[in-house]
């Protein structure tokens, strides 16, 4: 192999690499206790939580309106879980056919600065306001009698962390005691790559968070519970349809040379190298009435690409927004009885920008099985959307999804009838024996990342110069690790090829485990329909052997014809799951499937062992399997909390610059405001929103709501200053739709205040803007 040579520009990259790297481990000395830390969440019951802050009153500026809070502690404080219900049961009522529905969807936000985004891994991509709202959408369905009951969780976030669902599960008990449980309630990520980090507990999931956010992981998980709570309290009897249709035009596979490595034969039964089908389930009550929506559809929601600073829901959450704003006439965007989830299923190798990999700088195509260019090698090869930027990207995909979806739910028919089931173990996916054949097994490996991991994708590349495809180890970069981390034992590296390790994962565990080793595996059953909760990023192809495999499971032990939807980043993230045959190819996707490269022949095994506990009745002789470690320490997030200041002369809320007197459809109306840190509002549970777009209304003389920042229409900039100064900038993009009138903007926001020796409080203020004038022409 040629030696390798470095420009002066990675060398200087390679330079912070180390000194970061060094900074890192000095601070893990100093933050961390290593012993004790684990407790396993059975024995002990207690949880981190944070209070939200008690409000004060006190006197409020001219022209503003403030109330106070006590501000988050940095200890977090304990709860102990409670296995009496303090919820009582609905009365259901038993006498009819179909099931009992609720559903319900509440906002799991969480910051929206002062975070990084969880998806692409990209430093100093971190949130500075918010596009759209997250939500957390919830479906209980329950047989007649209530004996058996199943619960479905989208959630508007990357992935699903384990700490998340641990602390989600401990809260159910302690509320409905063993209605909801760990083997009957899925919680599913739709794997938007703009929502914020901060909730995990394994070491390297932490370290791409930039620390641990107590004040997400709280918001996240009272989003989830209010959800559930709401779907809990509004069950009513009716009858599920379901339908299943191709989605055109929205996706490509961005590992097609991957792809290509499956077998010609099992290649040649599909018409497309990505999953079309899209498989929906109508929700209405006995009297024919809306009641809910849930799709899965196999696309990755990276149509804001790694250059987005906004929260926002992506091409699936537009998909949301569109259906349920059809859906709830009248009502704002988050608002309404009506809930419709559009979930993931398996996209691992699925990009919704059609355009496909070109080279930025030169135009060309890099469509190969490297991704990269001649002329700056993969950082320049980058694959496009449809739109004119991202924004307009995630509108075209998301409406497409939204258009098919809309189809299937009117013209869905066949009912979907019998009972209920659900089956989960954890297992220890680092030691599995997988029987290739009657007489020979191999096994799954310790948690390994590959050298293409750091390349990156097509839809966001890596930070230093990586290329997809590799298959052999560089001696610098394991030098440097071997130096930072140790050396990767033997028994991984064999078992891991031909994956070139660059991080042995596995094998750290300080100051917590770098990835799991307990990993939930789960089905739910409603009738035909099998929902397989894939902890991971399953590739189409692996997508195909994996539902083919678990149906012929169910047929074999008496349940024909059963439908199986892989439903995506469910309960526990552990990356991507190829097939062995793409595993040899050591793109992205293979690099980042962490147990080796006999990772779905494991799940299958797993899995089918689930479908026939089902199918057979023997759910109950399962055993729960080892339970997952729930981590008391980690490494919190290294921004500060610091005190809001305004201008001299200024508060916070002033109109810096005032919105112009008219405006015409199709433009922007842009105000700026005083502002203060917008994380502060995410210690506030029930704030609801940053702004809002009012109308006014002559007839009655008051002003309408339009907009608030869940809508598509609305952002909502924050832009930081030195020493707690910063400002706020909001925009509303004025809809074709809208109605000339008179306007007008308004600002809700929470600024940290401390005097001196006492304990710092979160004080609310609001603010208004000119008024301004839409018409039709000017």
Known sequence: MAKRTFSTFETFLIFLLVMMTGVTVALLSLLFITSGTIENNKDSGFLTTQSPPATQGSSAPQGSTLTQGTADTQGPTATQASSTPSTPEPTLFQNFSGYHIGVGRADCTGQVADINLMGYGKTGQNAQGILTRLYSRAFIMAEPDGSNRVVFVSIEIGMVSQRLRLEVLNRLQSKYGSLYRRDNVILSGTHTH???????????????????????????????????????????????????????????????????????????????????????LKMVDLNGDDLGLISWFAIHPVSMNNSNHLVNSDNMG???????????????????PYVAAFASSNLGDVSPNTLGPSCINTGESCDNADS???????????????GQDMFNSTQ???????????????????????????????????????????????????????????AGTIDGFGSLNFTQGTTVGDPFWDSLRDQILGK?????????????????????????????????????????????????????????????????????????????????LCNVYTHYITTYEEYQAQRYEA??????????????????VLAKAIATGTVANLSTGPEPPFFKQLINTLIPNIVDRAPTGKHFGDVLQPANPTYRMGEVVEVVFV???????????????????????????????????????????????LLGYSNTTIQWHIPDSAQPGIYRIRYFGHSRKQDLLKAAVIVSFESTSSTFEVVTAL
């Open 488 to 568: 990767p034992s033997e028994e991984i590296k064999e078992c891991q090829k031909p994956k070139p390790i660059l991080l042995h994962t596995g094998e750290l565990s300080k100051p917590n485990p770098w990835h799991p080793d307990i990993v939930d595996v789960q089905i739910i059953t409603l009738g035909f329909l099998a929902i397989a909760a894939v902890p991971g990023e399953f590739t189409t192809m692996s997508g195909r052997r994996f539902r083919e495999a678990i149906q012929e499971e169910f047929a074999t032990y008496g349940m024909p014809n059963m439908t199986v939807v892989v439903s995506g």
């Open 194 to 280: 703009s929502g914020p980090a901060g909730y995990f507990q394994y070491t390297t999931f932490v370290l791409a968070s930039e620390g641990f956010s107590n004040r997400t992981f709280e918001y996240m998980v009272n989003g989830i519970m209010k959800s559930i709570e709401i779907a809990h309290t509004n069950m009513k009897p009716g009858k599920i349809f379901i339908n299943k249709g191709d989605v055109d035009g929205a996706q490509i596979n961005r590992s097609p040379t991957s792809y290509l490595r499956n077998p010609l034969s099992e290649r040649a039964r599909y018409s497309s190298n990505t999953d079309k089908e899209m498989l929906l």
């Open 591 to 608: 690099a980042s499937t962490i147990y080796g490269p006999h990772t779905l022949s494991a799940y299958i095994q797993l899995f089918k």
């Open 318 to 336: 537009y998909a949301s927004y569109l259906f349920e704003q059809e859906k709830n006439k009248g009502y704002l965007p988050g608002q309404g």
């Open 396 to 454: 075209i995909i998301g409406r497409i999804i939204y258009e098919k979806a809309k189809e299937l739910y009117a013209s869905a028919s066949q009912e979907v009838t019998g009972p209920l089931a659900s089956a989960h173990q954890w297992v220890n996916m680092t030691d599995v024996t997988v029987w290739l054949n009657s007489t020979h097994t191999v096994k799954t490996c310790k948690p390994a990342l590959g050298y293409s991991f750091a």
């Open 675 to 721: 502002g203060a840190n917008p994380k502060n509002s995410a210690e506030i549970l029930t704030h609801q929103t940053f702004l809002t777009v009012e109308k006014y209304e002559a007839t009655s003389a008051t002003w309408q709501m339009v907009h608030n920042d869940a809508s598509w229409e609305t952002r909502f900039y924050w832009h930081k200053g």
């Open 372 to 386: 990269t260019c001649p002329i700056g090698g993969p950082s320049m090869c980058i694959a496009m959307g449809p």
